[in-house]
């Protein structure tokens, strides 16, 4: 998981030990940042799936860190024309330019302002 406050990343039986000890509520399903305390709701299963092993969201990079396009996470139609028409495919290279207030990304010579909803439907692979 990532910290949605501090950007931390941990997994989540990390975030349960952290809220092990609280006293107001047994059985608490919120997981608690280990790094600032900041409490979210897990990650829904089916959203784990939708993920495999080693794949992450663009939104997940850093400003200047590369990843490899793996896959177009979206059964929208629009969405996939936009991506496809700025030339994101699998198998390419994008490189984060900018967070805020849009996100730019780089491909080859090429830079594209998107919003966050078309940056997490591409999946990347390890960074580079």
């Not at 000890?21 to 608490?28: E, I, S, T, V």
Request: glycine letters at 8%; one cysteine or more; proline letters at 5%.
């Amino acid at each position: 998981m990532k910290c949605s406050l501090c950007g931390f990343v941990f997994k989540e039986d990390q975030a349960q030990a952290a809220c092990g000890n609280c006293p107001l509520m047994k059985g608490c399903k919120l997981l608690k940042c280990p790094n600032c305390g900041f409490e979210t709701p897990p990650e829904p299963k089916w959203e784990k799936h939708l993920k495999k092993e080693g794949e992450f969201v663009m939104t997940d990079l850093n400003v200047n860190q590369s990843g490899k396009i793996c896959r177009i996470n979206t059964s929208d139609r629009k969405k996939l024309n936009k991506i496809m028409a700025m030339g994101i495919l699998p198998g390419m290279t994008v490189t984060l330019i900018q967070k805020f207030p849009s996100y730019v990304v780089q491909i080859g010579q090429s830079q594209f302002a998107i919003d966050k909803k078309l940056a997490e439907c591409i999946l990347l692979g390890r960074s580079l």
